[in-house]
Protein backbone atom coordinates (compact mmCIF):
# COMPACT_ATOMS: atom_id res chain seq x y z
CA UNK A 1 0.00 0.00 0.00
CA UNK A 2 1.39 3.37 -1.03
CA UNK A 3 0.21 6.74 1.30
CA UNK A 4 1.89 10.70 0.86
CA UNK A 5 2.19 12.66 3.88
CA UNK A 6 2.53 16.19 2.95
CA UNK A 7 3.73 17.92 6.51
CA UNK A 8 2.87 21.16 6.72
CA UNK A 9 -1.17 22.36 5.44
CA UNK A 10 -0.19 26.10 5.24
CA UNK A 11 2.72 27.85 4.42
CA UNK A 12 3.21 31.38 4.25
CA UNK A 13 6.21 32.75 3.08
CA UNK A 14 7.34 36.42 1.46
CA UNK A 15 7.73 37.43 -1.83
CA UNK A 16 11.18 36.77 -3.10
CA UNK A 17 12.15 34.52 -0.40
CA UNK A 18 12.56 30.46 -0.60
CA UNK A 19 9.34 27.60 -0.96
CA UNK A 20 9.79 24.61 0.76
CA UNK A 21 7.13 22.29 0.59
CA UNK A 22 7.82 19.19 3.01
CA UNK A 23 6.52 15.71 1.71
CA UNK A 24 6.80 12.29 2.93
CA UNK A 25 5.52 8.85 1.35
CA UNK A 26 5.68 4.97 1.80
CA UNK A 27 5.37 2.41 -0.92
CA UNK A 28 6.03 -0.76 -1.87
CA UNK A 29 7.64 -0.68 -4.44
CA UNK A 30 9.48 1.53 -6.67
CA UNK A 31 7.30 4.83 -6.83
CA UNK A 32 6.33 7.50 -9.61
CA UNK A 33 6.23 10.37 -7.81
CA UNK A 34 4.46 13.95 -8.73
CA UNK A 35 4.30 16.97 -7.47
CA UNK A 36 1.11 19.14 -9.05
CA UNK A 37 -0.21 22.81 -8.42
CA UNK A 38 -3.84 23.70 -8.24
CA UNK A 39 -4.89 27.46 -8.68
CA UNK A 40 -8.58 28.53 -7.32
CA UNK A 41 -11.64 26.85 -9.08
CA UNK A 42 -9.19 25.33 -11.67
CA UNK A 43 -7.96 21.67 -12.54
CA UNK A 44 -4.15 20.06 -11.58
CA UNK A 45 -0.87 21.23 -13.08
CA UNK A 46 2.03 18.95 -13.50
CA UNK A 47 5.08 20.63 -11.73
CA UNK A 48 7.44 17.53 -11.55
CA UNK A 49 7.60 14.14 -11.88
CA UNK A 50 10.31 11.63 -10.32
CA UNK A 51 10.81 8.39 -11.93
CA UNK A 52 14.06 7.00 -11.09
CA UNK A 53 15.97 8.75 -13.67
CA UNK A 54 17.99 11.33 -11.47
CA UNK A 55 16.99 12.34 -7.84
CA UNK A 56 17.28 15.81 -8.22
CA UNK A 57 14.24 16.64 -10.67
CA UNK A 58 13.32 20.19 -12.21
CA UNK A 59 10.25 21.21 -13.30
CA UNK A 60 8.03 24.33 -14.26
CA UNK A 61 8.15 27.74 -12.95
CA UNK A 62 11.18 27.17 -10.92
CA UNK A 63 9.87 24.65 -8.78
CA UNK A 64 12.42 21.54 -8.01
CA UNK A 65 12.23 18.60 -6.42
CA UNK A 66 14.98 16.20 -4.76
CA UNK A 67 14.05 12.19 -4.09
CA UNK A 68 15.54 10.65 -1.46
CA UNK A 69 15.07 7.12 -0.88
CA UNK A 70 16.69 6.68 2.67
CA UNK A 71 14.18 9.53 4.11
CA UNK A 72 11.36 8.16 2.13
CA UNK A 73 10.56 11.91 0.85
CA UNK A 74 10.30 14.75 -2.09
CA UNK A 75 10.14 18.14 -0.68
CA UNK A 76 9.44 20.75 -3.24
CA UNK A 77 11.68 23.96 -3.21
CA UNK A 78 12.02 26.94 -5.18
CA UNK A 79 14.53 29.83 -4.17
CA UNK A 80 12.64 32.78 -4.95
CA UNK A 81 8.30 32.68 -4.48
CA UNK A 82 6.37 34.59 -6.93
CA UNK A 83 3.10 36.16 -5.88
CA UNK A 84 1.73 33.77 -8.71
CA UNK A 85 3.28 31.05 -6.49
CA UNK A 86 0.49 31.71 -4.17
CA UNK A 87 -1.88 27.70 -4.87
CA UNK A 88 -2.63 24.50 -3.39
CA UNK A 89 0.13 21.85 -3.66
CA UNK A 90 -0.34 18.47 -3.68
CA UNK A 91 2.37 15.62 -3.60
CA UNK A 92 0.94 12.29 -5.30
CA UNK A 93 2.53 8.75 -5.33
CA UNK A 94 1.96 5.63 -8.42
CA UNK A 95 3.18 2.49 -8.10
CA UNK A 96 2.65 1.38 -11.79
CA UNK A 97 1.20 3.10 -14.93
CA UNK A 98 -2.51 3.08 -15.34
CA UNK A 99 -2.42 2.50 -10.94
CA UNK A 100 -4.53 4.92 -8.96
CA UNK A 101 -3.03 8.04 -7.50
CA UNK A 102 -2.54 8.82 -3.57
CA UNK A 103 -2.79 12.23 -3.15
CA UNK A 104 -1.30 13.79 0.08
CA UNK A 105 -3.63 16.25 1.72
CA UNK A 106 -2.38 19.40 0.00
CA UNK A 107 -0.16 22.36 1.49
CA UNK A 108 -1.92 25.73 0.81
CA UNK A 109 0.60 28.51 0.08
CA UNK A 110 0.34 32.09 0.75
CA UNK A 111 2.78 35.00 -0.77
CA UNK A 112 3.02 37.99 1.45
CA UNK A 113 3.67 41.34 -0.63
CA UNK B 1 1.13 18.16 -25.67
CA UNK B 2 -1.00 16.62 -22.91
CA UNK B 3 -4.20 18.89 -22.96
CA UNK B 4 -7.22 17.72 -21.18
CA UNK B 5 -10.19 19.83 -21.48
CA UNK B 6 -14.08 19.47 -19.80
CA UNK B 7 -16.86 20.86 -20.84
CA UNK B 8 -18.66 22.44 -18.92
CA UNK B 9 -16.98 24.31 -16.54
CA UNK B 10 -19.73 25.29 -14.89
CA UNK B 11 -23.38 23.75 -14.69
CA UNK B 12 -26.54 25.07 -12.41
CA UNK B 13 -29.45 22.53 -12.49
CA UNK B 14 -32.54 21.46 -10.70
CA UNK B 15 -32.71 18.74 -7.94
CA UNK B 16 -33.83 15.26 -10.24
CA UNK B 17 -32.70 16.60 -13.40
CA UNK B 18 -29.33 15.12 -14.83
CA UNK B 19 -26.17 16.47 -15.68
CA UNK B 20 -23.31 15.42 -18.42
CA UNK B 21 -19.85 16.01 -18.21
CA UNK B 22 -17.11 15.44 -20.79
CA UNK B 23 -13.78 15.06 -20.56
CA UNK B 24 -11.53 15.31 -23.60
CA UNK B 25 -7.70 14.57 -24.29
CA UNK B 26 -7.31 17.37 -27.02
CA UNK B 27 -3.85 15.79 -28.37
CA UNK B 28 -3.33 12.35 -27.13
CA UNK B 29 -4.97 9.14 -26.94
CA UNK B 30 -5.82 8.15 -23.09
CA UNK B 31 -6.76 4.24 -22.10
CA UNK B 32 -7.70 5.21 -19.15
CA UNK B 33 -9.76 8.29 -18.00
CA UNK B 34 -10.47 8.93 -14.02
CA UNK B 35 -12.92 11.30 -12.75
CA UNK B 36 -12.60 12.86 -9.30
CA UNK B 37 -14.55 14.59 -6.67
CA UNK B 38 -13.18 17.59 -4.81
CA UNK B 39 -14.84 19.32 -1.65
CA UNK B 40 -14.26 22.88 -0.63
CA UNK B 41 -10.42 22.95 1.13
CA UNK B 42 -10.42 19.38 0.77
CA UNK B 43 -7.88 16.63 -1.49
CA UNK B 44 -9.27 15.06 -4.89
CA UNK B 45 -11.17 11.69 -4.16
CA UNK B 46 -10.82 9.30 -6.98
CA UNK B 47 -14.55 8.25 -8.00
CA UNK B 48 -14.12 5.90 -10.76
CA UNK B 49 -11.31 4.51 -13.38
CA UNK B 50 -12.56 4.50 -16.55
CA UNK B 51 -10.63 2.76 -19.88
CA UNK B 52 -11.59 2.69 -23.16
CA UNK B 53 -14.19 0.47 -24.55
CA UNK B 54 -15.08 -1.35 -21.10
CA UNK B 55 -16.94 -1.14 -18.00
CA UNK B 56 -15.47 1.67 -15.31
CA UNK B 57 -14.19 0.37 -12.10
CA UNK B 58 -15.70 2.63 -9.07
CA UNK B 59 -13.95 3.15 -5.99
CA UNK B 60 -15.93 1.75 -2.79
CA UNK B 61 -19.13 4.09 -1.72
CA UNK B 62 -19.51 5.82 -5.19
CA UNK B 63 -22.68 4.72 -6.45
CA UNK B 64 -22.48 3.15 -10.25
CA UNK B 65 -26.06 3.87 -11.29
CA UNK B 66 -25.48 7.51 -9.77
CA UNK B 67 -22.43 8.34 -11.60
CA UNK B 68 -22.74 6.78 -15.24
CA UNK B 69 -18.93 6.64 -17.05
CA UNK B 70 -18.80 6.11 -20.71
CA UNK B 71 -15.43 5.41 -22.05
CA UNK B 72 -16.52 5.62 -26.08
CA UNK B 73 -13.34 6.61 -27.37
CA UNK B 74 -9.21 7.06 -26.81
CA UNK B 75 -9.79 10.80 -26.25
CA UNK B 76 -13.51 11.13 -24.91
CA UNK B 77 -15.04 9.83 -21.53
CA UNK B 78 -18.36 11.36 -20.00
CA UNK B 79 -19.46 11.01 -16.30
CA UNK B 80 -23.37 11.58 -15.94
CA UNK B 81 -24.86 12.54 -12.43
CA UNK B 82 -28.32 11.16 -12.71
CA UNK B 83 -31.44 12.70 -10.06
CA UNK B 84 -28.89 15.17 -9.25
CA UNK B 85 -29.58 16.47 -5.43
CA UNK B 86 -27.75 19.43 -3.76
CA UNK B 87 -25.62 16.88 -1.92
CA UNK B 88 -24.12 16.16 -5.22
CA UNK B 89 -23.10 19.56 -5.61
CA UNK B 90 -19.01 19.39 -5.99
CA UNK B 91 -16.04 20.07 -8.52
CA UNK B 92 -15.73 17.38 -10.49
CA UNK B 93 -12.36 17.03 -12.08
CA UNK B 94 -10.91 14.49 -14.80
CA UNK B 95 -7.71 13.03 -15.98
CA UNK B 96 -6.33 10.82 -18.58
CA UNK B 97 -2.90 9.06 -19.00
CA UNK B 98 -1.22 8.28 -21.96
CA UNK B 99 -1.84 4.77 -24.37
CA UNK B 100 1.85 3.70 -23.49
CA UNK B 101 5.71 4.78 -23.06
CA UNK B 102 7.37 6.42 -20.21
CA UNK B 103 4.40 8.70 -19.21
CA UNK B 104 1.83 6.54 -19.06
CA UNK B 105 1.87 6.75 -15.22
CA UNK B 106 1.56 10.41 -15.43
CA UNK B 107 -2.24 11.75 -15.14
CA UNK B 108 -2.95 15.08 -16.73
CA UNK B 109 -6.07 16.76 -15.21
CA UNK B 110 -8.68 18.59 -16.62
CA UNK B 111 -9.83 21.97 -15.44
CA UNK B 112 -12.67 20.82 -13.36
CA UNK B 113 -16.61 21.11 -13.68
CA UNK B 114 -18.45 23.33 -11.03
CA UNK B 115 -21.66 21.41 -10.14
CA UNK B 116 -24.40 22.98 -8.55
CA UNK B 117 -27.73 21.39 -7.96
CA UNK B 118 -30.72 23.40 -6.28
Known amino acids: AQSVTQLDSHVSVSEGTPVLLRCNYS??????LFWYVQHPNKGLQLLLK??????LVKGINGFEAEFKKSETSFHLTKPSAHMSDAAEYFC???????????FGGGTRVLVKP | GAVVSQHPSWVICKSGTSVKIECRSL??????MFWYRQFPKQSLMLMAT?????????EQGVEKDKFLINHASLTLSTLTVTSAHPEDSSFYIC??????????????FGPGTRLTVL
Open chain 2, 95 to 108: SASRLAGDEADTQY
Open chain 1, 27 to 32: SSYSPS
Open chain 1, 50 to 55: YTSAAT
Open chain 1, 92 to 102: VVTEAAGNKLT
Open chain 2, 27 to 32: DFQATT
Open chain 2, 50 to 58: SNEGSKATY
